[in-house]
């Protein structure tokens, strides 16, 4: 046994020209056993003289087949239908190239007798793909039997999918896993209970019996396989599997296979936008794409997780010009390296990658002589609440400044359409950031009512207002994920604090759907689902990563940050919201504001940047907005007063 174990586990290691005279040698083996097996009713010395003396041409033309196929190339201890296809294809093309011989040789002057009678060549072929194929199959099995008796404490593991991606998976983790694996279960999302089994191992259903199975077979850990499973099962067999402390991983889409093999360090660990990732979304596809098709768009803060995202799925359309505009040096490096990727050719022919700051007029304005964007996507903002609180003149001049000017631009250059991302913390705001963007909400909605009562000016301007997305910097799933790998502790500000989340690409596409469907001064609100506290999203993190809370990882409350809510809303006490046509999009009815007074008002706020007065500052940004109420900062004291504070005192205060 351990010499079979040393030949076995040292087949990669055979050179391919070794394989390749084996495979030669089977073959004449083959061919000898055929002749054996002609001859012996029928036997006749000149025939079978003939016979074997056309011996070199046959393992030639068999040589030249297997070389063809590559045959030797393969590793045989990984043998699969694809290399038993092949065999048979290789088989195939020497039969026909040996018929063809013979008949040619039939018909010679001096020879009137086959060289390769029929019957010869059939029972040559026969023997010669089953040696082939018994040889490889061999192997397997050997390395098999010597792989799993080298491992003899083997992990339970189970597979949820009992279709070919689900025996693919099995045998990538029974082979290739540095530990031993034994796959002891599968399950499948069928309502039958009838246990069948799948190579070798029984098939449970996953709807009754999971729980059961994991229990009495001491699964550790399961592995999602199955293609077809539907988002909301997927996520229900992770959440029963983490109640039971049984790590989940998945299998990646059989498109993300390496040349079409799924490789073992592809079956990861489930994350927990794995638990939050909601069904794919309908787009009208066609309605899109008849409104970006062969115009010039552009993405502001492209190089932003939304505004990156808005690139993704901008490509997928034919936009006649792509501006990519951002102020950020090195998200823009790391765009137009992922395009130069994933589209090669485009950025030569309608991507543009522009290095721009929203807030710089004059460079803007020379954007806009450049490209004459026809449809405007605005994703361009500071969104961290903290940072902003801190620095509430950034806020006003990048949200509120940096919108106006390219709102105003889109205006002097004639654009169709302007689609602004805004955030659920622009309702009922407690901290400058949200109210920086109801500010610049307030803007773009009348102005464009503005725009539709004194002009014919084609520009509509539409809001888009949506929660948390996963992965996006500064969200907590990132920060919890790098705490859990250094250890922790896991940080959360409150322990009732809860928050909407949906994925980026499923935003960016609501965005496109919403800038689709608007007519202008509208602000569509996304159906974010349901609410979900961060103290549970802490906990399932834990649990995906294979950690026991309160063991190996601990959890700190460590108090609400300035200017942070416990609960975000999506429309405040006043407002209320219509259904489209989309169910996932609502359109929030707000208040109205005119025009001529609040650019007034924000040019007065805009103006008041160069103070660097941080209370004068948020004063006038209360008054614009009345219902901005501070929560946990020190512009709570605005709230109380009437008049605004000596803004020399306070501004001591924000510096201690």
């Not at 706020?605 to 008054?623: A, E, T, W």
Request: a neutral charge.
């Amino acid at each position: 046994m351990k010499l079979l174990r040393v030949i076995f586990s040292k087949s990669s290691q055979v050179p391919r020209w070794f394989i390749l005279l084996f495979d030669i040698g089977l073959c004449a083996l083959a061919y000898v056993l055929a002749i054996v097996s002609r001859y012996t009713l029928d036997f006749n010395v000149i025939n079978l003289y003939d016979a074997l003396s056309a011996i070199p041409i046959l393992l030639l033309v068999k040589a030249v087949s297997i070389s063809y196929f590559r045959l030797h190339a393969f590793v045989i201890r990984h043998t699969s239908i694809q290399d038993g296809v092949r065999i048979f294809y290789a088989m195939s093309t020497s039969f026909l190239f040996l018929f063809i011989i013979d008949s040619v040789y039939l018909y010679f002057p001096l020879k009137k007798e086959h060289i390769f009678p029929v019957t010869l060549l059939l029972v040559d072929f026969i023997l010669s793909t089953f040696f082939l194929g018994s040889f490889r199959l061999f192997v397997r099995l050997m390395f098999i039997r010597i792989n799993s008796n080298s491992k003899s404490d083997k992990e339970p593991y189970a597979v949820y999918g009992a279709g070919s991606s689900g025996i693919i998976a099995k045998r990538k983790l029974e082979l290739e896993s540095e530990h031993g694996i034994k796959v002891v279960a599968f399950f499948h999302n069928g309502s039958t209970t009838f246990e069948k089994i799948l190579d070798g191992v029984t098939i449970y259903n996953g709807n009754h019996d999971l729980e059961s199975v994991i229990r009495k077979l001491e699964i550790k850990q399961l592995v999602i396989a199955d293609q077809d499973l539907p988002i909301s099962k997927k996520q229900d067999v992770i959440e029963r599997c983490l109640n039971l402390n049984v790590i989940v991983r998945t299998v990646p889409p059989v498109e993300k296979w390496i040349n079409g093999e799924l490789s073992f360090k592809q079956i990861k660990q489930a994350k927990i936008e794995d638990l939050i990732e909601r069904d794919v979304i309908k787009l009208n596809k066609d309605a899109i794409g008849n409104q970006v098709n062969n115009k010039v768009v552009m993405v502001t803060g492209a190089g932003g997780s939304i505004g990156s995202e808005m690139v993704r799925q901008l490509l997928k359309f034919k936009p006649k010009k792509l501006v990519c505009v951002d102020k950020d040096e090195f998200k823009l490096y790391e765009l137009d390296s992922e395009i130069s990727e994933n589209h090669p050719g485009a950025l030569n022919t309608f991507v543009d990658i522009v290095v721009a700051d929203i807030t710089n007029k004059p460079r803007m304005t020379r954007v806009f002589e450049a490209f004459h964007p026809e449809i405007i996507y605005h994703a361009a903002a500071y969104k961290h609440v903290p940072l902003m609180e801190e620095n509430p003149g950034e806020a006003v001049w990048t949200n509120i400044n940096g919108t106006k000017t390219v709102s105003d631009l889109a205006v002097e250059f004639s654009a169709s359409k302007f689609v602004m991302v805004s955030t659920d913390k622009a309702v009922n705001p407690t901290n400058v950031m949200g109210a920086s963007k109801r500010i610049a909400e307030i803007y773009v909605q009348s102005l464009n009512n503005h725009l539709i009562k004194t002009d014919g000016t084609k520009t509509r301007f539409i809001t888009t207002r949506f929660g948390n997305v996963l992965g996006s910097s500064g969200s907590v799933i990132p920060r919890f994920r790098k705490q859990i790998e250094e250890g922790g502790p896991i940080t959360v500000t409150h322990p009732d604090i809860t928050r909407y989340f949906m994925t980026i690409p499923e935003a960016c596409q609501l965005v496109l759907e919403a800038g689709n469907m608007g007519k202008g001064g509208e602000i569509f609100i996304f159906d974010m689902g349901k609410s979900t506290k961060i103290v549970d999203l802490a906990k399932k993190m834990v649990k995906l990563s294979g950690l026991t809370l309160g063991k190996d990882i601990q959890i700190i409350y460590t108090g609400l940050r300035p200017g942070e809510k416990i609960f975000e809303e999506l429309l405040n006490d006043q407002e209320n919201s219509l259904q489209t046509h989309h169910e996932k999009i609502m359109i929030g009815k707000v208040r109205e504001y005119d025009f001529i007074e609040t650019k007034s008002r924000i040019e007065d706020l805009i103006n008041s940047y160069s103070s660097q007065d941080n209370m004068l500052i948020v004063g006038k940004m209360k008054k614009l907005v009345p219902e901005f109420k501070s929560k946990n900062s020190i512009f709570e004291s605005l709230d109380n007063d009437v008049t605004l504070p000596n803004s020399n005192d306070l501004q001591k205060m924000l510096l201690q």
